[in-house]
Nanobody, 127 residues
Framework: QVQLVESGGGLVQAGGSLRLSCAAS????????IGWFRQAPGKERNFVAS????????SYADSVKGRFTISRDNAKNTVYLQIDSLKPEDTAVYYC????????????????????WGQGTQVTVSS
């Protein structure tokens, strides 16, 4: 079992940057694919980015490509989401999630692929 805790959210102006962290407990962290999702008020939870177990593969939603960068440090049991050129429409609660490596990596854009979720961190972008 994995427990996930997100941090790094906050209030920033448009054009600014944030780095979100997802810290995991458990010795098997490196065996999980990690994803980031976000949910704006009144909207569905949507895929943002994912990273393979070793970090060699990444995937991004079209809306964040070129602005968001996902990375992981398995020695620290932590995944990061670097967010640059923030836009007001990036305002949401950001969640990290861990999923077992049972499916094609490209399919981990769906929330149902993930077994464990953090509580989320709020990102608010002012215009």
């Amino acid at each position: 079992q994995v427990q996930l805790v997100e941090s790094g959210g906050g209030l920033v102006q448009a054009g600014g940057s944030l780095r979100l962290s997802c810290a995991a407990s458990g010795r098997t962290f490196s065996s999980y694919i990690i994803g980031w999702f976000r949910q704006a008020p009144g909207k569905e939870r949507n895929f943002v980015a994912s990273i393979s177990r070793g970090g060699g593969k990444t995937s991004y939603a079209d809306s964040v490509k070129g602005r968001f960068t996902i990375s992981r440090d398995n020695a620290k049991n932590t995944v990061y989401l670097q967010i640059d050129s923030l836009k007001p429409e990036d305002t949401a609660v950001y969640y990290c999630a861990a999923g077992g490596n049972f499916y094609s990596f490209n399919s981990y854009t769906v929330a149902g692929r993930y077994d464990y979720w953090g509580q989320g961190t709020q990102v608010t972008v002012s215009s």
